[in-house]
Nanobody, 126 residues
Framework: QVQLVESGGGSVQAGGSLRLSCAAFGYTYSTYYMCMGWFRQAPGQEREWVATIDSYGDTSYVASAKGRFTIYQDNAKNTLYLQMNSLEPADTGMYYC??????????????????WGQGTQVTVSS
């Protein structure tokens, strides 16, 4: 059974940094093609795509995250990361990691992903 466990959220002031981690259990990163992603959801809003990375290391970011966030993975540790710098209050929300396995491609729609973590809260104050 595939499980994703996020950590690293917290409260920071605007301009600060956080690194989110997503440990994967139940499959090995390098075995199958996969698309891994980070999404966030603010209260009362829909879940929003933030960044994705596939097995080839190709990355995509939402426009507001470009230049500030970096998504990367450590295959040896079966862990996905999201380094977030220059955080803004608009970045506040629950952050979820997600996995789409053996799809052959990487989309940014939530329903593309079959596995989700429980979320980790990020709060940025002004």
């Amino acid at each position: 059974q595939v499980q994703l466990v996020e950590s690293g959220g917290g409260s920071v002031q605007a301009g600060g940094s956080l690194r989110l981690s997503c440990a994967a259990f139940g499959y090995t990163y390098s075995t199958y093609y996969m698309c891994m992603g980070w999404f966030r959801q603010a209260p009362g809003q829909e879940r929003e795509w933030v960044a994705t990375i596939d097995s080839y290391g190709d990355t995509s970011y939402v426009a507001s995250a470009k230049g500030r966030f970096t998504i990367y993975q450590d295959n040896a540790k079966n862990t996905l990361y999201l380094q977030m710098n220059s955080l803004e209050p608009a970045d506040t929300g629950m952050y979820y990691c997600a996995a789409a396995l053996i799809t052959g491609y990487c989309l940014v729609l939530p329903n593309h992903f079959g596995y989700w973590g429980q979320g980790t809260q990020v709060t940025v104050s002004s």
